[in-house]
């Protein structure tokens, strides 16, 4: 855990290299006053700790990390990785990323980099030494923050150089020629390799181009990166011992779809992740929900970081909008509700230059005379006292699969229909469950196995494309034990290499579901249908709708009314064993979903606290008590009941926290 011992989190990344030395001191008292506790500091200095090659320059971050640690605050201290320097790419060109296409990026930016390359792999691995070596025992350091956003804005890299690892990482990963040429698939098209020279990264082709290639580079990318970070990491285990490090996530799936943070979440010694607003008119704070339900799930329900969100605006997106008055606070602590151990911003101190220069900070341009400056001061208040709930663990209520290297897969070329979206699907069924005030662990596909149906009653797979075969036994083995599972369309079709799964849909999912899918029938664009109960209810959907044929014991509950599968089953129910397995064979939202989502409650046993839509009930406990966050996202004021039968007000837009002692 960063800062053991301290309070919780409160900062934000520093950059003190934007700024004269007369300014660091207005910094730090100003810090003081906000109740700042953590800094994140160099994410973007190596040009400045290293003006020239093996040239350093630390006397300037000696200074500020003293200053810092005399006025109590302490640092995640980072690698500037993220940002090789102008003398770097006059060295090493060749290190700049090259696109699908055969162009290489320019220097100018920040990320530019190739994974693959050896030159910047040792200029890495040389100034994270640089900094162990000097700072691995600082007692302000509290933290290692490598790199910065690992796979943004590059991920994949096509050059000459990422080819040869390319093909040393497939014979690891598949032994031999004859291996993979039968997980490719290169019968098709006469794609067969009879040398590993033969084999190249995915490039630009006449066509399509083989999606198990594809899908293996995207795995061989996001590898890259991470044996970059464990290089790092490792160097600052040693000369840093007892230090935790890290490299800050974009969880989201609204912002960041390159990286498998299942597996970075091995590899970290605490899970830290950056959340920003992405304002596409929909509910933001249910995207915050879900990112933050995320992330702590990666954390295997331990405590987490939030390591990066904004004061207020950002200033990437086509139109950037303020944040309300009060909504600062209320996002910073619906992340500490659902497990994060305290709340970092990007940045400290408005920039005046650059390309993130309107994009909201702590310390705005305009100074302490600013809303945003009040409300910083008073939530670095209202965070520090509640730091005697640092260790205490969000309680879930319901359980959800998701994959990324999946939605990966069902991203490739030539689907049945251009308009799937697996991350559209996540974000519907969360958003129903967020809708019943429910809180949601997340699992990869491999994590429901021995998945406790007295823990999770119910588990949804709103979308799971790529699926090993294994997860049917898995699967088959929870709802026996007394388990509801929730399994929506085009789900269970294609194994771990994008080929389908030898029989009927759905796959690796048929025999648990008791149905097949004999032929799927994608709807046009603005094409819909109606979906019919059994009891007269009906629901329109769109996208999709497939010809299911129930095997015996599963039962239909609705049917297609109109279009092409006109009386086929679109819902279908199937008791096994103790639990029952539901199917949707079709594109809900709304009050559709909604309905469907009651339906497996009400078999799973799970009945939603009685709260107004737009008011989350969030729990953290320990063995010494419970925190009741009430998290207020309406214009009103509202009432949750508390344990003891009583009730207690929360004023619009506000949060509210419970402390009940056992």
């Known amino acids: 855990m960063p800062y053991d011992g301290q309070p919780l989190a409160f900062g934000g990344d520093y950059n003190p290299e934007q700024w004269p030395e007369e300014v660091w001191e207005e910094d730090v008292r100003l810090m003081r006053e906000a109740g700042v506790t953590l800094v994140s500091l160099g994410v973007f200095a190596w040009a400045r700790m290293e003006p020239r090659r093996g040239a350093y320059d630390f006397a300037w971050l000696d200074r500020i990390i003293g200053m810092l640690h005399e006025a109590g605050i302490g640092v995640a201290l980072a690698t500037p990785t993220v940002v090789p320097p102008a003398w770097f790419y006059r060295a090493h060109p060749e290190a700049l990323p090259v696109t699908r296409e055969g162009v290489r990026l320019a220097f100018g930016s920040r990320g530019a980099i190739c994974h693959s390359n050896p030159h910047y792999r040792a200029a890495a691995e040389e100034i994270a030494s640089r900094l162990g070596e000097r700072y691995g025992r600082h007692p302000a350091v509290a933290l290692w923050h490598v790199h910065n956003e690992y796979g943004a804005p ?37 794609q067969q390799y009879g040398d590993w020279d033969e ?57 960041c779809s390159s990286v498998d943070y299942w597996a970075w979440a091995r590899e970290v010694d605490l899970v830290t992740n950056d959340h920003y607003l992405i304002t596409d008119g929909r509910r933001t704070h249910v995207n915050l929900a879900l ?149 949601v662990d997340f699992f990869p596909p491999e994590g429901v196995a021995g998945l406790d149906p007295a823990r999770y009653p119910l588990l949804v797979v709103p979308q799971l494309y790529s699926v090993r075969a294994g997860i049917s036994a898995d699967l088959d083995r929870y709802v026996s034990r007394g388990g ?15 080929a389908v799964h030898p029989g009927a849909h759905p796959g690796a999912l048929r025999d648990v579901l008791g149905l097949t899918v004999e032929e799927f029938d994608p709807l046009l664009p603005g094409e819909r249908i109606t979906v019919r109960t059994l009891r007269g209810e009906a629901y329109e959907a769109d996208l999709w709708s497939e010809y299911v044929v ?71 406990e320990s063995e010494s008590g419970t925190y009741r966050f009430a998290v207020n996202h309406t214009g009103g004021e509202v009432k949750v009941v508390l344990p003891d039968g009583g009730q207690a007000a929360v004023p619009a837009g506000a949060v509210e926290v419970f402390r009940e002692p056992r």
Not at 164 to 170: E, K, Q, S, T
Not at 209 to 222: G, I, K, S, V, Y
Request: charged share 20%.
């Open 550 to 620: 129930p095997g015996e014991g599963c039962e239909t509950v609705a049917v297609f009314a109109d279009g092409r599968t006109a009386g086929r089953p679109a819902l279908t129910r199937r008791a096994l064993g103790d639990g029952v397995a539901w199917y949707l064979a079709t594109r809900l939202t709304g009050d559709g979903l909604a309905a469907v989502v009651d339906l497996a409650l009400t078999d799973a046993g799970i009945t939603p606290a009685a709260l107004p839509r737009d008011v989350e009930l969030v729990l953290r």
């Open 154 to 190: 590059v991920m994949s890299c096509f050059c000459d150089t990422c080819a040869v690892a390319f093909r040393h990482w497939l014979m690891d990963r598949h032994g031999t020629l004859g291996a993979l040429n039968q997980a490719w698939g290169t019968a098709f098209w006469g």
């Open 291 to 439: 990112a933050a339900d995320l992330t702590r799930s990666l954390a295997g329900g331990n405590p987490w970081l939030l390591l990066e969100h904004s004061t207020s605006a950002v200033n990437w997106q086509p139109h950037n909008p303020a944040k309300e008055p009060g909504q600062m606070a209320r996002n910073s602590l619906s992340h500490v509700a659902r497990g994060s151990e305290g709340a970092m911003f990007f940045q400290w101190r408005q920039s005046r230059w650059g390309a993130e220069k309107f994009h909201s900070a702590m310390l705005p341009h305009g100074g302490t005379a600013t809303r945003v400056w009040r409300e910083v001061v008073e939530l670095g208040s209202r965070v520090g006292e509640l730091a005697d709930l640092r260790g205490t663990r969000t309680r879930a209520d319901v359980a959800m699969v998701w994959s990324w290297e999946s939605w990966w897969a069902q991203n490739l070329e030539w689907r049945p229909s251009a308009d799937l979206d697996a991350r559209e699907r996540l974000d519907a069924f969360y958003e129903a469950l967020y809708d019943r005030h429910l809180t």
């Open 199 to 255: 084999i190249g990264v995915p490039r630009a082709t006449p066509t399509v181009t083989n999606p198990a290639q594809q899908l293996d580079f995207r795995r061989f990318a996001d590898a890259q990166a991470r044996a970059n970070f464990t290089a790092e990491r490792d160097i600052l285990h040693r000369l840093s011992p007892g230090v935790p490090v890290t490299t800050n996530f974009m969880v989201a799936p609204s912002q």
């Open 484 to 498: 509801t599972l929730l399994v929506s369309f085009f789900s269970g079709i294609a194994d771990e290499h994008d």
